[in-house]
């Protein structure tokens, strides 16, 4: 499954906490928000178009990781990603209609002197992670599926498993439902380049304005020992998004632990790092 028709964008600082462990706070202090929780900035991933440099590049994969050869502070964002229906009026985007949802790996490089987001995110082929287990979102308002769902991460070396990110609830995103569609909605059309953000209404526009577009909402906080590992040559990053009133916590580690998935409700990302 690929989606090199789409394009890709993500949400950066929609989980309290994680870009402080990044140490990524700092490239934001800048940027002008409304309040203390909104996310700072929709990034690009991906262009579906040639004139977009290395974002036209697709980096998607649901099985590996290619690092750079340049960088050994890469590490694991794991995330949800959304894959939406975009709706124009007058090369404005007017709704976003949701579709579809699964788990997701935003790997990023640590660049602390990085100009934009996306530098940080998009150094070719298999660079990006997203499951081939999708699980339908038949709206993204209070009381859709997503509201019971959790995302759990876990780093494995040499037979060694360990959790990657905090075991978190989706409901917990700082910008959720309807407030979260409003504002990307509002970043597509509006979002200047200045600081480390892009002008997203001109990628569209160099795309030919894409009938869909995959979106990442944020990443987790890190555990301990996520904050302090980087991933090396093969390790295996997993990003598990499943149904909490179905599962618990112990249970999802069992599983990756037996590297046995059983069940429904249950969307799986396993790559290994080459």
């Not at 700072?40 to 262009?47: D, S, T």
């Not at 499951?131 to 494995?156: N, P, V």
């Not at 302090?228 to 112990?250: H, P, T």
Request: aromatic fraction near 12%; charged fraction near 20%; glycine fraction near 6%.
């Amino acid at each position: 499954m690929t989606f090199k028709h789409v394009v890709g964008f993500g949400v950066a600082g929609n989980f309290a906490g994680h870009l402080e462990q990044a140490g990524e706070a700092t490239d934001f202090l800048n940027v002008k928000v409304e309040n203390s929780i909104q996310p700072k900035a929709l990034f690009p991933f991906y262009i579906p178009s040639q004139s977009a440099g290395f974002l036209s590049q697709y980096p998607l994969s649901s099985n590996s990781i290619i690092p750079p050869n340049d960088a050994d502070n890469l590490q694991i964002e794991p995330e949800i990603a959304i894959v939406f229906d975009i709706t124009y009026e007058d090369n404005k985007v007017v709704a976003l209609t949701p579709v579809k949802f699964a788990a997701y790996n935003d790997c990023s490089i640590r660049k602390p002197n990085a100009k934009k987001i996306s530098e940080k995110k998009n150094w070719g082929a298999n660079t990006k992670g997203i499951s081939q287990d999708f699980i339908e979102l038949s709206s993204f308002t209070k009381g859709c599926e997503l509201d019971t769902y959790r995302i759990a991460s876990f780093h494995i070396r040499n037979g060694q498993v360990n959790r990657y990110g905090e075991d978190s609830a989706a409901i917990d995103y700082s910008y959720f439902h309807e407030q979260l569609n409003d504002w990307m909605i509002d970043r597509m059309n509006n979002q200047k380049d200045e600081g480390p953000a892009e002008n997203l209404a001109l990628y569209l526009s160099e795309a030919n304005y894409p009938q869909q577009a995959i979106i990442s909402i944020g990443a987790t906080r890190y555990t301990k020992f996520g904050e302090n590992n980087f991933l090396q040559s093969g390790d295996e990053s997993i990003v598990v998004v499943y149904n909490g009133d179905k599962y618990n916590a112990r249970e999802i580690e069992t599983m990756v632990n037996n590297r046995k998935f059983e069940g429904t409700e249950i969307s799986l990302l396993s790559q290994l790092v080459k």
